[in-house]
């Protein structure tokens, strides 16, 4: 018992540098949970569409970015051109895959994002090659280096990626935030999420609002997969990250931006805290369970999650 | 048995016993045939729709009624026949790009923004005549403020006038019947349309609730001087509030007429009948 309740907060209190880098790099991977989660929940806002495929969005938005670096073109260049890919993507996805099947079933669109994920992978894999990549990142302008700080004799060290990593995710979903509640487009999505026939009948365009979102989740791959590049390599493995996506929608709400954020955040923290102070009484490892067990909890007593849209019924 | 009732000379305006002068013609609907398969919804259907006037559209279940709505609507593309609206004849149409053309509606069995409050609902009535670049709405700056006060305005007007006030930040999903199916006749509003068509606006009312949206349709009709097409399946209200009337019976267009010629046509009267 004593293990269990008492020693892990004596551990954080008697080493409180370790406590806060601790706090920290749960911190930085719990933005990264926060903006792939958030690629979700944009596409799902505005057509109720769990898009299966946004891993793979990220894996092939960071590898075009490399690609294109590989063969020449400057690093700067290269984002703005992946960026371009993206949206041919959202184009695509819209003309060909939603347009189709507008008013089909939601787990038929499920089913066609699983496709487009194969096509990604496949299609990915014909482009650039199996092989991981390694990410560009002074190329790009994201700084290298430490900052170390010494509070009282400790030691905390901040990578600079990280911290540029954190500042431009900021940067991003504020951006996102004030697009979707203050424009027209950002209602006209909240209505489109809402009711399709009702969206049409006042005039808003399904087709131009999938367009708008497609890439906005596109936007958001690549920026999750500079980052998550930074931290290892650019390999098709990384879209498996998308997985622990799932535990954070299921806390934040599938429908809430702000849950994105607050949901990944915790996962990342509580996961890192649960895996440094409590892990080693069963053994560790528990970093790739434990964000589903928060879910589970979660889905047992509040299903619509922290920030969900109320479930109103009236029978 | 089959023969239509004397329509008012398409071309010229009319008035009516209320003393409003209505016309000419706005939308006029040619020989319109839609398919369904094998099934035959709307048999060559021909009647106009006049500025200003409230144009009832009755016939018994299955009839074709909303059918007919969703065609002009833009929802459903007929296989045979021609939309003129405005002098001009109508290209197939996707329904935002009808609405685009001043043409609002409300829906049978209500489709609102469930997760929106009424204001919210209201709000996106608004959504074609927002011109600001989406970059100033995003900063909150400048013309874009000016507009979203300009819109808000006159959204609260149309709340004040169905007397939707107490219930403007409420989630819509909560409200009872009643007060959906105004909501959502005050978003068709809020797009200031040329044309508004309404698909049974008071079907499941009780008598109260029907006297209260046959009031708020009458002084739409007569304040803003929108033109009204409406489904209705209550008699007594069709005839209270309609100027012309048009029946439909199993896709065919059985009569078209004033409510008193309507109600006296053989066949009306057989069809309803049963006969």
């Known amino acids: ?315 | 048995m089959n023969q239509a009732v004397q329509v008012p000379d398409s071309a010229d305006t009319f008035v009516t016993p209320d003393g409003r002068t209505v016309g000419p013609v706005m939308m006029d609907i040619r020989n319109i045939v839609l398919r369904f398969g094998g099934v035959t919804a709307i048999k060559d259907v021909s009647f106009n729709i006049m500025k200003g006037e409230v144009r009832a559209i009755i016939g018994p279940n299955g009839a074709g009624k909303s059918s007919m709505i969703n065609v002009i609507n833009g929802f459903y593309h007929p296989q045979e026949g021609e939309i003129w609206f405005n002098g001009k004849k109508r290209p197939s149409m996707k329904p935002y790009e009808v609405a685009e053309q001043g043409i609002a509606r409300t829906f049978q069995n209500i489709a609102l923004f469930h997760g929106m409050s009424t204001l919210d609902n209201i709000m996106t009535g608004r959504q074609l005549k927002m011109k600001t670049g989406f970059f100033w709405q995003m900063l909150r700056y400048g013309k874009a403020i000016e507009e979203e006060t300009e819109h808000r305005a006159v959204v609260e007007e149309i709340i004040d006038f169905l007397e939707i006030q107490h219930i403007r930040k409420a989630p819509v999903g909560s409200l009872p019947y009643g007060l959906r199916k105004r909501v959502e006749l005050a978003r068709a509003l809020a797009m200031e349309p040329d044309l508004l068509l309404l698909d049974e606006p008071m079907a499941g009312m009780n008598v109260e609730e029907k006297e209260d949206m046959s009031r708020f349709i009458i002084d739409v009709n007569e304040q803003y001087g929108t033109t009204i097409a409406l489904i209705e399946h209550d008699m007594g209200v069709v005839m209270d509030l309609a100027d012309r009337v048009v029946v439909l019976d199993y896709g065919k267009l059985l009569a078209d007429g004033t409510p008193d010629e309507v109600q006296s046509n053989q066949a009306v009267i057989d069809a309803y009948l049963g006969v």
Request: hydrophobic share 60%; charged share 10%; glycine share 14%.
């Open chain 1, 1 to 315: 018992m004593y293990d269990v309740f008492i020693d892990p907060f004596v551990q954080m209190y008697s080493l409180p540098d370790f406590f806060i880098q601790v706090l920290w790099e749960g911190f930085v991977s719990g933005v990264l949970y926060s903006l792939i989660a958030l690629g979700f929940v944009l596409i799902f806002k505005a057509s109720g569409v769990f898009n299966f495929a946004q891993g793979i969005m990220v894996v092939f938005a960071a590898l075009s970015m490399v690609g294109l670096y590989e063969l020449g073109v400057p690093g700067w260049l290269s984002v703005i051109f992946a960026l371009g890919i993206m949206y041919a993507l959202a184009f695509s996805v819209e003309r060909w895959i939603m347009r189709p099947l507008v008013g089909q079933e939601d787990i038929i669109l499920f089913m066609a994002t699983i496709g487009l994920t194969f096509m990604l992978i496949g299609g990915g894999q014909a482009i650039f090659g199996g092989e991981p990549k390694a990410m560009i990142t002074s190329e790009i302008g994201l700084p290298s280096g430490d900052y170390v700080w010494e509070p009282g004799g400790g030691i905390v060290i901040f990578q600079k990626l990280d911290i540029a990593a954190t500042v431009i995710a900021g940067l991003l979903i504020a951006g996102l935030a004030f697009f979707f509640s203050y424009t027209k487009i950002g209602r006209a999505l909240r209505a489109v999420a809402d009711d399709h026939q009702a969206a049409v009948s006042v005039g808003i365009g399904l087709n131009q609002i999938w367009v708008v979102v497609w890439f906005a989740a596109g936007i958001v791959a690549l920026v999750t997969g500079i980052m998550w590049g930074a931290k290892s390599d650019v390999s098709f493995a990384l879209q498996i990250v998308a997985l622990k996506a799932l535990p954070v929608l299921v806390l934040g709400g599938f429908t809430s931006i702000p849950g994105a954020i607050v949901g990944g955040l915790i996962i990342g923290i509580g996961e890192k805290l649960f895996e440094i102070y409590w892990g080693g009484l069963i053994g560790g490892g528990t970093e790739s369970w434990f964000a589903f067990i928060i879910a589970l909890v979660f889905l047992l007593f509040r299903p619509q999650g922290l920030f969900g849209d109320k479930i109103i019924e009236r029978v």
